[in-house]
């Protein structure tokens, strides 16, 4: 299968292995991955902060970048439920129906990386191996936007060596939701300081989770404390082998479209 990868900005500009990993994983199971360089930002920020009319040349641009693919694939969960939930919205809301039609269509074959392993694959187990205690966090977009539910965590049951255990309240809110934790950031904080609690009492080495923005939030807050826990995006664990070690070094190996 030729997938085409949406990076996604924060992936892109600061958790570059994340992206990466994703194609190691994808080009192990055998697929070809490809890199669309049109790419830029969904206009997730803008649109949740209510600048919808400063988001559409965004979403023109991301429908006009993977209209030309079969499947995306992204290894964030926030991104994509903007992409399957926001641009069709955006695109009526300026009055263009014909690109709301196209933004839907992308949409439809856009995914996270885990809900595309279980749901378009077949696969849970993919391979990995990974010595380590792991507790997963459920991030707000994927749960409740998406609805992966529990596929992140049947993929991790599968990884060699790993030792799951269960995040307590998981589904609670890490307190970061992108410009809410600058703009409220004593209750983003006391948020964070209860996500911080919990996976402190698994006694986990790695928190993962499939959205490097609330594994910004929590490693840098797991950092400040000088816990000595990791925060590990889902991708790394999952593309993570005996031959490559735990999270392998970066390397681009994604094809340019």
């Known amino acids: 299968m030729r997938i085409a990868l949406f990076v996604t900005c924060l992936a892109d500009t600061l958790f570059p292995q994340a992206a990466v990993a994703t194609v190691r994983l994808l080009e192990r199971l055998g697929h070809e991955v490809v890199f669309p360089e049109g790419q830029t930002c969904c206009g997730q920020m803008h649109v949740n902060t209510g600048y919808q009319a400063e988001a559409l040349p965004l979403v023109r641009r991301h429908v006009r970048t993977f209209e030309p693919y079969d499947v995306v694939v992204a290894p964030s969960g926030s991104c994509v439920g903007s992409v399957r939930?926001?641009?069709?919205?955006?695109?009526?809301?300026?009055?263009?129906?014909?690109?709301?039609?196209?933004?839907?269509?992308?949409?439809?074959?856009?995914?996270?990386?885990?809900?595309?392993?279980?749901?378009?694959?077949?696969?849970?187990?993919?391979?990995?191996?990974?010595?380590?205690?792991?507790?997963?966090?459920?991030?707000?977009?994927?749960?409740?936007?998406?609805?992966?539910?529990?596929?992140?965590?049947?993929?991790?049951?599968?990884?060699?060596?790993?030792?799951?255990?269960?995040?307590?309240?998981?589904?609670?809110?890490?307190?970061?939701?992108?410009?809410?934790?600058?703009?409220?950031?004593?209750?983003?904080?006391?948020?964070?300081?209860?996500?911080?609690?919990?996976?402190?009492?698994?006694?986990?080495?790695?928190?993962?989770?499939?959205?490097?923005?609330?594994?910004?939030?929590?490693?840098?807050?797991?950092?400040?404390?000088?816990?000595?826990?990791r925060t590990v995006h889902l991708a790394e664990i999952l593309a993570s082998t005996e031959s490559s070690g735990p999270a392998g070094p970066a390397e681009r190996t994604a094809v340019t479209a």
């Open 85 to 229: 939930h926001q641009h069709a919205m955006v695109a009526r809301g300026a009055g263009d129906e014909r690109l709301a039609g196209r933004a839907e269509a992308v949409g439809r074959r856009t995914y996270e990386l885990s809900e595309f392993l279980v749901d378009v694959l077949g696969v849970t187990d993919v391979g990995a191996y990974y010595p380590h205690r792991v507790t997963y966090h459920p991030t707000c977009h994927s749960l409740r936007m998406l609805r992966v539910g529990d596929r992140p965590l049947r993929l991790l049951r599968q990884v060699r060596g790993l030792d799951l255990v269960e995040l307590p309240q998981g589904e609670q809110c890490c307190g970061f939701g992108g410009t809410f934790a600058v703009k409220n950031a004593d209750t983003s904080t006391a948020m964070l300081a209860d996500k911080l609690r919990h996976v402190l009492s698994t006694g986990a080495d790695v928190c993962t989770a499939g959205d490097a923005s609330c594994l910004m939030h929590i490693g840098g807050g797991l950092s400040r404390l000088r816990t000595g826990v």
